[in-house]
Nanobody
């Protein structure tokens, strides 16, 4: 099976930073859009950041715009999410995923998923 392994989560205080990483194995996603999702207890899964196949286009949810930065390194088959100025409401399990097409802001277009990494932001 295709593997998307996320890492880098942890416990930080409000205002702190974390950098999440996701490495794909068994296939390349260099022609696919990719994204980061998060899900908090009792809430729907939310697409927070997306990036096009070559990194030329990025999109962010309003809740994280200006604080999070998505990037990718296709030769390394890796995806990153730099999270700055973290808030308690950012607390969630974060997932990386790959889209069917070159870029997508539609959750239904993502069909490759990895295990999540927990981010906890204390007050």
């Amino acid at each position: 099976q295709v593997q998307l392994q996320a890492s880098g989560g942890g416990l930080v205080q409000a205002g702190g930073s974390l950098r999440l990483s996701c490495v794909a194995s068994r296939r390349t996603f260099s022609n696919n859009g990719m994204g980061w999702f998060r899900q908090a207890p009792g809430k729907e899964r939310e697409l927070v950041a997306a990036i096009s196949w070559n990194g030329g286009i990025t999109n962010y949810a309003d809740s994280v715009k200006g604080r999070f930065t998505i990037s990718r390194n296709n030769p390394k088959n890796a995806l990153y999410l730099q999270m700055d100025s973290l808030k308690p409401e950012d607390t969630a399990v974060y997932y990386c995923a790959a889209a069917r097409g070159a870029v997508s802001w539609n959750r239904d277009q993502y069909n490759y998923w990895g295990r999540g990494t927990l981010v906890t932001v204390s007050s």
